[in-house]
T-cell receptor, first 116, second 115 residues
Framework: AQSVTQLDSQVPVFEEAPVELRCNYS??????LFWYVQYPNQGLQLLLK??????LVKGINGFEAEFNKSQTSFHLRKPSVHISDTAEYFC??????????????FGEGTQLTVNP | GAGVSQSPRYKVAKRGQDVALRCDPI?????LFWYQQALGQGPEFLTY????????KSGLPSDRFFAERPEGSVSTLKIQRTQQEDSAVYLC?????????????FGPGTRLTVT
């Protein structure tokens, strides 16, 4: 079975400061890794994903994440945040195997609050 | 283009009532997923369809939960005899293909409140 741990439930930062949202995963097989963002009363929107290749992946809105296989981590970073980045962020994994293996397993989320 | 739509957006049900939640996936998407998101939690998998076939229903919490996708497009999640613990946001997602690397596109969700 796979699991995802988001190490911080809430991250408050000031506008234009850098931010890192931490994610660790556990799985007995190879996985794909995702970060989703959820704004209030909306569905989830994909920020970025890691499938293979370069361990540093870039996504929308200036976010990037680095896959570290040895540490089973996939931390999300942004060098300078904006007020509009205030939202809930979810790390998720899916396993390679089979059609039903593409189900996503989510962490519990990190609430990013950007203050002026 | 149109994304994933869900209806109703909000549903209030009295305990013991049956409810039906609808999902309209992106046209042509083969895979369809249902997730349940409790307040303050991440979404949890309920069930998965590949076209009209329900290939995985291991996440359905009880036999009161039933999902269908009879023509391989629109899907309905039905909850019978609702209980307070069923209160949550129910998210539907669709994906173009079946393998894990493809993006799942999420609808806005249906917020179910059982009183």
């Amino acid at each position: 079975a796979q699991s995802v741990t988001q190490l911080d439930s809430q991250v408050p930062v000031f506008e234009e400061a850098p931010v890192e949202l931490r994610c660790n995963y556990s799985s007995s097989v190879s996985v794909y890794l995702f970060w989703y963002v959820q704004y209030p009363n909306q569905g989830l929107q994909l920020l970025l994903k890691y499938l293979s290749g370069s361990t540093l992946v870039k996504g929308i809105n200036g976010f990037e994440a680095e896959f570290n296989k040895s540490q089973t981590s996939f931390h999300l970073r942004k060098p300078s945040v904006h007020i509009s980045d205030t939202a809930e962020y979810f790390c998720a994994v899916s396993e390679f195997k089979g059609a039903s293996g593409s189900r996503l397993t989510f962490g519990e989320g990190t609430q990013l609050t950007v203050n002026p | 283009g149109a994304g994933v739509s869900q209806s109703p957006r909000y549903k209030v049900a009295k305990r013991g009532q049956d409810v039906a939640l609808r999902c309209d996936p992106i046209s042509g998407h083969v895979s369809l997923f249902w997730y349940q998101q409790a307040l303050g939690q991440g979404p949890e998998f309920l069930t998965y369809f590949q076209n009209e076939a329900q290939l995985d229903k291991s996440g359905l919490p009880s036999d009161r939960f039933f999902a269908e996708r009879p023509e391989g497009s629109v899907s309905t999640l039905k909850i019978q005899r609702t209980q307070q613990e069923d209160s949550a946001v129910y998210l539907c997602a669709s994906s173009l293909e079946t393998s894990g690397g493809y993006e799942q596109y999420f609808g806005p969700g249906t917020r179910l409140t059982v009183t």
